[in-house]
């Protein structure tokens, strides 16, 4: 069984689907998401139309993040002023212009988000963490609403690994302190969708168009792989005898 965690989506279904695609997901691989799949970016219904999908293929983990709790607020009936201003504009544009256009099955599926995820190595959690308490003890105002600051936590009192998001990393490159990994590349705003494999550490990277992250020594591996056949071609040639 493969693992992975995958950041914060905004509505980024491009950087979605091509992230998916490299993973290539089968019926024994674990997805993990941490939440905040709406608002900002252009797509956030095409977004939950793949998380459905591929709860088909393979097993997904699916997270609760603060803009799933904003919209659901909204729909049972609160002040819809904060969420439309952070993004869930947008999220309106693709389901029509309209909340009563949401299909329930996505209604569901945000209902349905867990708080966190904790297995044998591993917590994962959308936003942030109280080293001290124990996962099903932790704050709602921590676990979904709390960025990282300084000084950034300590290591959990469970030894476990942290996986989160939440916090926008400008730069698009993962924030690893060694005891947590925040994986929030800020795909909407010109960064990079991230999906890790706890395991071994490998990410996978896409930006909003669903092009892949090339890290500057992959460009140079590739140009010079380019430049060695294209020269290996001039070569042939030059030696190929004319034909009479």
């Known amino acids: ?76 009936g609160l002040d819809d002023t904060i969420w439309r201003n952070s993004g869930g504009h947008a999220t309106l544009a693709s389901y029509g212009g309209s909340l009563q256009k949401i299909p329930d099955d996505h209604i569901d599926f945000f209902r349905s ?30 676990m979904f609403w709390k960025h990282l600051d300084f000084p950034l936590p300590l290591p959990h009192c469970s030894g476990k690994r942290v996986f989160l998001g939440h916090t926008p990393q400008p730069g698009g490159n993962v924030l690893d302190s060694g005891y947590f990994v925040c994986i929030d590349t800020y795909c909407f705003g010109g960064g990079y969708l991230t999906a890790i494999e706890p ?29 060695t056949r294209f020269l290996g071609s001039k070569f042939q040639s030059i030696k190929r005898p004319k034909s009479r």
């Open 199 to 227: 395991a071994t550490g490998e990410t996978i990277q896409t930006d909003r168009h669903g092009h892949a992250r090339r890290t500057p020594m992959r460009t140079i591996v590739d140009r010079f792989g380019r430049a």
């Open 113 to 142: 988000l867990r708080a966190f995820y904790e297995v044998e190595e591993s917590i994962f959690v959308h936003a942030n963490y109280v080293h001290s308490v124990a996962m099903p003890l932790q704050d709602e105002a921590t």
């Open 1 to 76: 069984m493969r693992q992975f965690a995958i950041g914060d989506i905004h509505g980024c279904a491009k950087a979605l689907r091509s992230l998916i695609e490299t993973i290539a997901p089968t019926a024994d691989d674990e997805l993990i998401f941490l939440g905040d799949y709406i608002d900002r970016g252009p797509d956030s219904k095409n977004v939950i139309d793949q998380i459905l999908e591929l709860q088909n293929r393979c097993r997904v983990i699916a997270l609760r993040g603060n803009h799933e709790i904003m919209l659901m607020g909204v729909t049972a």
